[in-house]
């Protein structure tokens, strides 16, 4: 982790208090909980007790002459920080600590949180769209949306986020969208979408240039738990599909 790059990307974030009533800096704050984060904290009072165990090592990059605030404190001043700049900035932080190679693998997807359904006040479970960047094991960016089916719209929004020129993105078929397309191929990168039924004019074109196919490479046999398996892969240009499905899937 590069502890300069994160000064550089955190120092300018809004701070949404009087300035005659702040004690404690945000940028030490923040430095305080993305690091105790990132150590493994998990609540308010475990990056408290982060502070405290590690402030002399604290003080080599922040100010920290109040010493640590406590949880309450620290709780209250995240919570008013401006999530949309937060997110672009720690995004921003991200990337330019962990750089994309050529054709690494950046996998787009959906995930409901658990026990995020409120029944009592009727409260809608919560959905994230990450993109996770799977050779360095890092999330690059993430999208909240109230409904499964804003994915449409929250995923290329995330994609605009993200630089990702020479990466090969992979989306589930419910990303199977032009503007999601477009979006991956305006930034510079590949893609690798499931095709299913909810594009019928696609997925018929598809399934009519496989069959018009004659498939030269043999399957491949193995034999793992208890059992033989047998998978074969025919790969097509995208010059064997009609001029208007090229045309509109870029």
């Known amino acids: 982790?590069?502890?300069?790059?994160?000064?550089d990307h955190f120092a300018d974030i809004e701070d949404p208090?009087?300035?005659?009533?702040?004690?404690?800096?945000?940028?030490?704050?923040?430095?305080?909980?993305?690091?105790?984060?990132?150590?493994?904290?998990?609540?308010w009072e475990e990056i408290e007790d982060f502070g405290h165990l590690r402030l002399k090592w604290l003080k080599k990059y922040g100010d920290f002459s109040h010493g640590i605030p406590v949880h309450d404190t620290i709780a209250r001043l995240v919570c008013?920080?401006?999530?949309q700049a937060f997110h672009q900035r720690f995004i921003q932080w991200m990337q330019a600590t962990e750089k994309l190679t050529d054709k690494q693998v950046v996998a787009v997807d959906?995930?409901?949180?658990?026990?995020?359904?409120?029944?009592?006040?009727?409260?809608?479970?919560?959905?994230?769209?990450?993109a996770?960047?799977?050779?360095?094991?890092?999330?690059?960016g993430q999208r909240r949306t109230d409904e499964k089916s804003n994915e449409i719209t929250a995923v290329p929004e995330l994609l605009e986020l993200l630089?990702?020129?020479?990466?090969?993105?992979?989306?589930d078929a419910m990303s199977c969208?032009?503007?999601?397309?477009?979006?991956?191929?305006?930034?510079?990168?590949?893609?690798?979408?499931?095709?299913?039924?909810n594009q019928k004019s696609l997925y018929q074109a598809l399934q009519d240039a496989f069959e018009l196919s004659e498939s030269n490479e043999p399957g491949?046999?193995?034999?793992?738990?208890?059992?033989?398996?047998?998978?074969?892969?025919?790969?097509?240009?995208?010059?064997?599909?009609?001029?208007?499905?090229?045309s509109v899937w870029s």
């Open 177 to 197: 969208q032009k503007q999601i397309v477009k979006t991956i191929v305006k930034k510079k990168a590949d893609y690798c979408i499931a095709v299913k039924k």
């Open 132 to 140: 996770f960047a799977t050779k360095i094991g890092v999330v690059l």
């Open 110 to 130: 959906g995930k409901t949180l658990r026990r995020s359904y409120k029944r009592h006040d009727r409260q809608s479970t919560l959905h994230m769209i990450s």
């Open 163 to 171: 630089e990702l020129e020479g990466a090969m993105v992979t989306l």
């Open 1 to 7: 982790m590069s502890l300069t790059l994160l000064t």
């Open 80 to 83: 008013r920080i401006d999530p």
């Open 220 to 246: 491949h046999v193995e034999q793992k738990h208890g059992r033989v398996e047998y998978r074969s892969y025919d790969v097509l240009s995208a010059l064997e599909l009609p001029t208007g499905i090229r």
């Open 17 to 43: 208090r009087q300035a005659s009533k702040v004690t404690y800096k945000l940028f030490d704050v923040l430095f305080l909980t993305l690091t105790a984060v990132i150590s493994g904290a998990e609540g």
